[in-house]
């Protein structure tokens, strides 16, 4: 099993900078991939940005050139750092992780605000 901890969701203005986090606990060892999503006021979830267990990352087109995904192994932690965010950019984060099994884990999110 999985826990999944997002935190670093804020208020901030439009062209800003935010860093999200992501820990993981558990059954760590069994992850293949971590994944960011986020969920806008009366919208579907939408996939953010994906790392695998071995590197490789994968970005929304919405979101490509301006949000970075990496991790720390020594921190058992993902990173999602967003700048230059827009009002849309407005959603909850949540962390999500896969297990070598398809199993998936969420987090309970974090509120990210980008005002004009």
């Known amino acids: 099993q999985v826990q999944l901890a997002e935190s670093g969701g804020g208020l901030v203005q439009a062209g800003g900078s935010l860093r999200l986090s992501c820990v993981a606990s558990g059954s760590i060892f069994t992850i293949s991939l971590v994944s960011w999503y986020r969920q806008a006021p009366g919208k579907q979830r939408e996939f953010v940005a994906r790392?695998?267990?071995?590197?490789?990352?994968n970005y929304a087109a919405s979101v490509k050139g301006r949000f970075t995904i990496s991790r720390d192994n020594a921190k058992n932690t993902v990173y999602l750092q967003m700048n230059s965010l827009k009002p849309e950019d407005t959603a909850v984060y949540y962390c999500n992780s896969m297990n070598y099994v398809g199993d998936e884990y969420w987090g309970q999110g974090t509120q990210v605000t980008v005002s004009s």
């Open positions: 790392i695998t267990s071995g590197g490789i990352t």
